[in-house]
């Protein structure tokens, strides 16, 4: 026997032991569901030693294969569905690892005006960004890029990985994660040839790079003087012209295809900024970015002088979202509970509401705010006998309370502060 067969052999892949302990305190940090092994952070955590060891074992010995991701169905606003992947807590460790090491030297490449999954990075940063190009440009191009994550192709999406990551592992395991199967909901495995699962850790992160080259410079190239607000597959484009929108629109249709996507036939549209100055009858002069809804509206100078400014405010769509919280709360029906318990209740919910959308143009928001008081008011007329059957009485009950304790809820204080 070879003296040198008696000694420990090197990995074949060089991963630090120190990454792999930062990325499973930031994937525990995160919390999330469990994968199709059923596995919860806690049950990870129980056995932590040995689930991080054998993990960087395989992934340094090139023996790491993912679990398939777990196929989970969430309802959009419009009576459609996005299905999430959810991989196994391990392999979301995994994907972290390659995050870490990758997100800073794509960071340095990835265009100023993409905003989505980048840190530091906000939608109210792209939201702020569009507010301003959309008064200073008559006309924006709204673009939905139809199933995106479900449609990425992985043979260019390795081609723009290459050009970035010169280690060989990992461009072998974002293979694997980009080929791995997806379970159902009855358990049937389904192979797919393109796509990268909305809810992995890396997926943002390679959404991002796809739209890099597949959009972001190619309007660099091409379209350099059209300004544009990107967040993940999110996109607004302004233009001088309506011409210059519909040549921008054909452009782009041909060129998401040659990158095998589609732009959506009805969501994406060509609309006119319309305000108190730019005349002209058009079909469409409003459009949702983000959340935000922008359109006209009234606003004042700081004269206290009324015009009309294109702004954002928030969308239809996040007001309905949000009535339907409100109504799955039942609060009329809540009487056991006192009002302090329903302002911890609530007080989660509209804080988030607050912080997202009152961060702009709060008017609209205010309005339907005020609607919690009424079902606040319901809730006193079944709880206390003395004010059934009289809304006025509890309507004057409920504002001498938000007199005594006006930062109870946190809509009180937004509203009347």
């Known amino acids: 026997m070879n003296q040198d067969d008696l000694l420990p052999r090197a990995k074949p892949f060089e991963i630090s032991k120190r990454v792999v302990w930062d990325s499973w305190k930031r994937v525990a940090a995160n919390k999330g569901a469990p994968g199709v092994d059923k596995e919860s952070i806690q049950a990870f955590q129980s056995k932590l030693g040995r689930n991080l060891y054998t993990l960087w074992n395989r992934m340094s010995s090139g023996s790491y294969f993912p679990e398939p991701v777990r196929q989970v169905s969430i309802p959009k606003s419009d009576g459609e569905s996005r299905q999430l992947g959810i991989p196994t807590v391990k392999d979301r460790v995994a994907q972290m690892v390659v995050k870490a090491i990758l997100e800073p030297r794509l960071e340095a490449v990835f265009h100023p005006s993409s905003f989505g999954y980048r840190p530091g990075r906000s939608a109210h940063q792209a939201v702020d960004q569009a507010r301003r190009h959309c008064w200073k440009y008559d006309w924006v191009l709204d673009m939905d890029i139809k199933a995106f994550f479900d449609t990425i192709d992985h043979d260019l999406m390795m081609r723009a990985v290459e050009k970035h990551v010169p280690e060989a592992w990992i461009r072998l395991y974002i293979r694997r994660w980009l080929e791995s199967p997806v379970e159902l909901p009855d358990g049937e495995l389904q192979f797919n040839g393109c796509g990268t699962p909305q809810g992995g850790v890396i ?35 302004h233009c001088r012209s309506e011409k210059e929108a519909q040549s921008l629109l054909v452009d782009l249709r041909e060129r998401l295809a040659e990158c095998q996507l589609q732009l959506h036939p009805v969501k994406t549209q060509v609309v006119y900024c319309k305000d108190g100055k730019r005349r002209g009858n058009y079909s469409r002069t409003r459009f949702d970015f983000l959340g935000f809804s922008f ?72 309005r339907f705010l005020i609607r919690i008081d009424l079902r606040l008011g319901r809730w006193a007329r079944n709880k206390y006998k003395r004010l059934r059957g009289h809304k006025r009485r509890a309507w004057s009950w409920l504002k001498q309370v938000r007199g005594v304790f006006p930062k109870l809820f946190v809509h009180w204080d937004f509203i009347y502060s």
């Open 203 to 237: 997926s943002p992160l390679l959404a991002n790079l796809y739209l890099h080259y597949a959009f972001d410079t190619w309007m660099q190239r091409n379209r350099p003087g059209i300004p544009f607000e990107r967040y993940a597959d999110d996109v607004v484009c």
């Open 295 to 366: 359109h006209a509206r009234s606003v004042q100078d700081r004269h206290g002088e009324l015009f009309t400014s294109f702004n954002p405010g928030v969308s239809r769509k996040a007001l309905k979202r949000m009535n339907r919280s409100i109504r799955d709360l039942h609060i009329n029906r809540r009487t056991p509970l006192s009002l302090h318990d329903l302002a911890a209740r609530l007080n989660p919910m509209v804080r988030g509401w607050v912080s997202y959308y009152g961060a702009f143009y709060p008017e609209p928001l205010k």
